[in-house]
C-alpha cells in the first residue's frame, strides 16, 4: 500500500504547487514578516533565574505582549524545601523538579530559555552577557549577549563560609539538587565504611559522627531528617554499628530556629534532647579538615575539636558575583543584596528588576516620607488640614505604609484617623504633626526587612508579573499612592508581602508551625498540615503525584538505602 500511495502523494504536491501552491507559500512568508514585525515591536523582557522568584513571575506573566527570553543554568525549578527530605530518601530528587520548559509553555506565546550562567550585567547599554553551562563543547559554550528592554534579576543567592578555612573541600551544602544527592550518598557511605573489617571502634564513632554547623530552618530540618532515617530504616540493615551513630548540632546563638517564635525553639530543643541529638550553642566554627572540625566555645574562649563523618554546612547566604558586580556599578558597592524601592526596581536603574533572595527592599525612613505627605496635602502651607485633605494624607499613608496602621494598633491607637481627630471624630483644627510624630516614633525601627524565604521570592515574582501585564493600562491610569515629589500618581500598588507563617518540620511525624495571628502549633496534627500544605504548593500536578506517591512509599517500604 505504501508503494501505491507515494505516487499518489507526490500528485498531489505537484496539484498542490501548480495550483495554489505559491500562494500558501506567499501568505506564510507574509505571516512571518507580520510576526517578526510583532516581535520587533514588543518590549523585550530577560529573566535571570528560575527559582522561586523568576519562575513564578513567568507562570503569572502575560507573554501575549512581551518577547520573554530567560537565562538560568538549570533548566529546571526546583521545590527547595522539599530538599532536605531529598538528602535521605524520604523523597525522590526528580519528584521536587520541574521542567522549566513544560512550567512555562504557553498558549498565547512563546519563551525563550537559554541554559546558561548570566556572567555580566550592563544596565549602561540594557545588555546583559550569558556563559553557556555546556564548558567542554567548544561549539556550545560560546558566550552570547542578550539585549533588553526590562530586566528581571532572580538568581537568588549562594553559600556563605564566612572566610572559615576548609569549609568550602569538606562540608557539604544544600542549596541545589546535586546538594542533596551527594548528602545522600555520602551518608550511606559513612555507614558502609563503618562496617569494614580492620576499624577500630573510634574509628567506627568517628564515620558515624554527623555534625550539622547551623541550627536554622535547613540545618534543623535536615538533623531531624537524618535521626529519622537512622532509626527508622538505617539501623535495621547495619545492627552492628547502630550504637555508635551520633548527630550533633552546632549553632552560635543562643537558640535553635532563632527566627521562629520562642514556644518552638524550645519546642524543638526539647525534642532534639529526646532524640538524642547533641545541640551545642553558643559555639563558632573556626576550621574545618577532612577528620576534625574546630570550635570555640564563645563564653569561655576554648577551641575544642571534633572529629567527623559528615559535615553539613547550613548558615549564611552570600551574595553571587554577578550580583556583586553589578552593585559596584550602581553604586552599591558592599552590600550582600541588591536594594530596590518598593516596586522592587533597582536603585539606579529604572528598568531592571531584582526578586528573590537577591534583593531586599531599602528601608525607608517612613517617618521623613510622613512629613512630606502632610506637607503635600497642606497645599496652603497654613499647618491646617480639611476634612478631605485630611483624608488624602490618611489613605496615602495606608497604601504607602500599611504597617503604620499596625503599629499603632499596637500601642492601642485605633488608626491613623484617630490621631487626627477630635473626640468627636471632626478633624482637628490644628493638625498636630508633633502628636502625630511622637505616637509613631519608633515605626521605623520597627520595620524589618523581609526574610529570605520562598514565600517572599514567589510573592514578588508574581507581582512583578502583574504590574507587567497591566503596564500600557497603569502608564494612563496610574492607580499607585502619590508622588510627594514630583506631583501626579505612582504607576502601581507598591510590593507588600502577606505572611502565611512558616513550618518546621522536627521528624518522627512532628512539625512545629508558626502561623499568623500569634498561632503556633506542633506535634503530630501539625505534620499532617505540613503534609497537605506542601502538597498543594508543588508547581505541576506531576510533582504533586509524585511528592505523595513518595510519602506514600515511605510509609509502607521505608526509605531505600542504595548507594546509586
Ligand atoms: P532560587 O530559588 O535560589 O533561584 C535562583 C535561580 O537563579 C536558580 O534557578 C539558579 O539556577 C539561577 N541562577 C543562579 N545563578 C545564575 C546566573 N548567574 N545567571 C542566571 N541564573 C542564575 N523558603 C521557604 O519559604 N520555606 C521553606 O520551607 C524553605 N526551605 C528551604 C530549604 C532549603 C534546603 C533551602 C536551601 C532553602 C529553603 N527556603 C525555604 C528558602 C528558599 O528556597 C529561597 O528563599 C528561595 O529559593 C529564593 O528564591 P529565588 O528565586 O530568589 O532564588
Ligand atoms: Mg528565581
Known amino acids: 500500500r505504501a508503494s501505491r500511495s507515494a ?18 507559500a506567499y501568505s506564510d512568508s507574509n505571516k512571518k514578516e507580520e510576526e517578526q514585525k510583532q516581535k520587533k515591536k514588543k518590549k523585550k523582557v530577560v529573566v535571570l533565574g528560575t527559582g522561586w522568584a523568576g519562575i513564578s513571575f513567568l507562570k503569572d506573566l ?26 535521605c530518601g524520604t523523597v525522590e530528587a526528580r519528584s521536587i523538579v520541574e521542567s522549566v520548559r513544560n512550567i512555562t509553555k504557553k498558549k498565547n506565546g512563546e519563551i525563550e530559555l537559554w ?8 544596565p549602561a547599554n540594557n545588555k546583559v552577557l550569558c556563559q553557556p553551562v555546556f564548558k567542554d563543547d567548544p561549539e556550545a559554550s560560546q558566550e552570547f549577549s542578550l539585549e533588553y528592554d526590562y530586566l528581571i534579576i532572580a538568581v537568588g543567592a549562594q553559600v556563605n563560609t564566612f572566610g572559615t578555612p576548609g569549609v568550602l573541600e569538606n562540608c557539604h551544602f544544600l542549596k541545589e539538587v546535586e546538594d542533596a544527592q551527594r548528602i545522600r550518598r555520602g551518608v550511606i557511605d559513612c555507614f558502609e565504611k563503618a562496617v569494614l573489617p580492620g576499624l577500630t571502634e573510634e574509628q567506627r564513632r568517628t564515620k558515624l559522627h554527623f555534625v550539622i554547623v547551623g541550627g536554622g530552618p535547613t540545618g534543623v530540618e535536615f538533623a531531624a531528617e537524618l535521626h529519622d532515617f537512622i532509626e527508622e530504616d538505617i539501623t535495621k540493615i547495619y545492627p552492628s554499628v547502630k550504637e555508635l551513630v551520633k548527630i550533633t548540632l552546632i549553632q552560635s546563638g543562643d537558640h535553635i530556629l532563632n527566627s521562629f517564635d520562642e514556644r518552638i525553639s524550645s519546642f524543638a530543643e526539647q525534642k532534639f534532647l529526646r532524640d538524642g541529638i547533641d545541640v551545642l550553642m553558643g559555639m563558632r566554627v573556626m576550621s574545618v579538615s577532612n577528620k576534625d572540625i574546630s570550635v570555640k ?22 551574595t553571587r ?16 543584596v541588591l536594594a530596590t ?18 534583593a531586599s527592599i531599602a528601608q525607608r525612613k517612613i517617618m521623613g516620607d510622613i512629613a512630606n505627605i502632610f506637607k503635600a496635602a497642606d497645599v496652603d502651607n497654613s499647618g491646617t488640614l480639611t476634612e478631605e485633605e485630611l483624608q ?19 500601642k492601642h491607637v485605633r488608626s491613623i484617623k484617630d490621631l487626627l481627630t477630635d473626640s468627636e471624630g471632626n478633624p482637628k483644627k490644628e493638625v498636630d504633626i508633633k502628636a502625630f510624630e511622637s505616637a509613631l516614633s519608633g515605626v521605623d525601627s520597627q520595620m524589618k526587612s523581609l526574610p529570605a524565604t520562598a514565600q517572599v521570592a514567589a510573592q514578588q515574582g508574581s507581582y512583578l508579573a502583574k504590574c507587567f501585564n ?27 508581602y502577606k505572611h502565611f507563617g512558616q513550618f518546621a518540620p522536627l521528624g518522627g511525624d512532628q512539625a512545629a508551625a508558626e502561623l499568623p495571628g500569634d498561632w503556633v502549633s506542633a506535634g503530630r496534627s501539625t505534620q499532617w498540615l505540613w503534609y497537605s500544605v506542601y502538597a498543594s504548593k508543588q508547581v505541576s500536578w506531576r510533582t504533586r503525584a509524585l511528592v505523595v506517591s513518595d510519602w506514600t512509599r515511605r510509609y509502607i517500604f521505608g526509605r531505600d538505602s542504595s548507594r546509586i
Open 297 to 318: 566555645i564563645k563564653s569561655s574562649g576554648e577551641v575544642v575539636s571534633l572529629p567527623h563523618g559528615l559535615i553539613l554546612w547550613s548558615t549564611g547566604v552570600g
Open 62 to 87: 502575560d507573554i501575549s505582549s512581551y518577547d520573554v527570553q530567560v537565562v538560568s543554568p538549570q533548566n529546571y525549578f526546583a521545590f527547595t524545601p522539599l530538599l532536605p527530605s531529598v538528602t
Open 115 to 122: 541554559e546558561a550562567d548570566c556572567v555580566k550585567i550592563d
Open 341 to 358: 524601592n518598593e516596586w522592587l526596581q533597582v536603585k539606579g536603574c529604572e528598568n531592571v528588576y531584582a526578586v528573590g533572595d537577591c
Open 392 to 410: 488624602d494624607v490618611v489613605e496615602d499613608i495606608n497604601v504607602r505604609y500599611p504597617q503604620v496602621e499596625l503599629y499603632l494598633k499596637s
Open 321 to 336: 558575583p554577578v550580583i556583586s558586580d553589578l552593585m559596584e556599578q550602581v553604586g552599591q558597592g558592599g552590600r550582600r
Open 470 to 496: 497591566k503596564m500600557e493600562h497603569c502608564k494612563e491610569h496610574p492607580e499607585g499612592p502619590k508622588r510627594f515629589r514630583t506631583g501626579g500618581h505612582h504607576q502601581f500598588r507598591p510590593f507588600q
Open 7 to 24: 505516487p499518489l502523494a507526490s500528485k498531489l504536491l505537484l496539484l498542490g504547487t501548480l495550483s495554489g501552491g505559491s500562494l500558501v
